[in-house]
């Protein structure tokens, strides 16, 4: 495939969320709220839901903070939890940590070595720059574009053309690799090719 650039989903592509369940059982424990692990995972699947639809609401620090804020206090909500949400964020944030997926790590370097730009487009708040950095992915990709920023999210192709933009690179010479169906969707309006992640095997098709 003769490529120019790559562009990359996060969740799921390149990044890994670690269960939660655990430390959100303690974090409730420590305030005397006890719940099991069903539960718990319950509670956080609706706060996921309602993130999701949110997420580029938090485009700056005081937006991030307010974003975060409205999560933890949903969790609590659907755990039957009497907490303060205020008092809970911080605790809430800290349960949430990420791991590059498999491979992906590798498969950025070979990208890169192989002279393609690298940029990440995700449906994310700006912390998504904390999260890549403390996995070590941040120097790995030239350009960060979350929906945040941008001020639009896939499947709209006008993410993809505003990631393109910032590397200098034209779509026909594009290729975006993602694991979800408005990663297929956006990227071929935009008129990026699609590959299917793990990251690791699309990016054998690639270079191949």
């Known amino acids: 495939m003769n490529v120019d650039a790559?562009?990359?989903?996060?969740?799921?592509?390149l990044v890994r969320l670690r269960d939660p369940v655990p430390a959100l059982r303690a974090a409730l424990a420590d305030r005397g709220v006890e719940r099991d692990a069903d539960a718990v995972r319950q509670a956080f699947a609706a706060e996921v839901a309602f993130y999701a639809e949110r997420s580029h609401e938090g485009r700056d620090e005081t937006t991030l903070a307010l974003l975060r804020r409205e999560c933890a206090e949903v969790f609590l909500r659907a755990a039957g939890a009497r907490i303060d949400a205020g008092s809970f964020t911080q605790a809430f944030v800290g349960t949430l940590a990420f791991d590059?997926?498999?491979g992906a790590t590798d498969a950025c370097r070979a990208l890169a070595a192989a002279g393609l730009k690298l940029a990440v487009v995700s449906n994310w708040d700006v912390g998504l720059h904390d999260h890549l950095r403390t996995v070590g992915l941040d120097e790995l990709v030239d350009v960060v574009v979350t929906s945040a920023e941008a001020g639009m999210a896939k499947p709209s192709p006008r993410i993809f053309e505003y990631a393109l933009e910032r590397?200098?690179?034209?779509?026909?010479?594009?290729?975006?690799?993602?694991?979800?169906?408005?990663?297929a969707?956006?990227?071929?309006?935009?008129?990026?090719?699609?590959?299917?992640?793990?990251?690791a095997d699309a990016t054998r098709r690639i270079l191949a």
């Open 167 to 183: 590397l200098g690179a034209t779509a026909a010479r594009a290729v975006h690799v993602g694991d979800q169906a408005a990663d």
């Open 6 to 13: 790559v562009t990359i989903d996060a969740y799921g592509t």
């Open 100 to 102: 590059a997926e498999p």
């Open 185 to 199: 969707e956006g990227a071929l309006a935009a008129g990026l090719a699609f590959e299917p992640a793990p990251l």
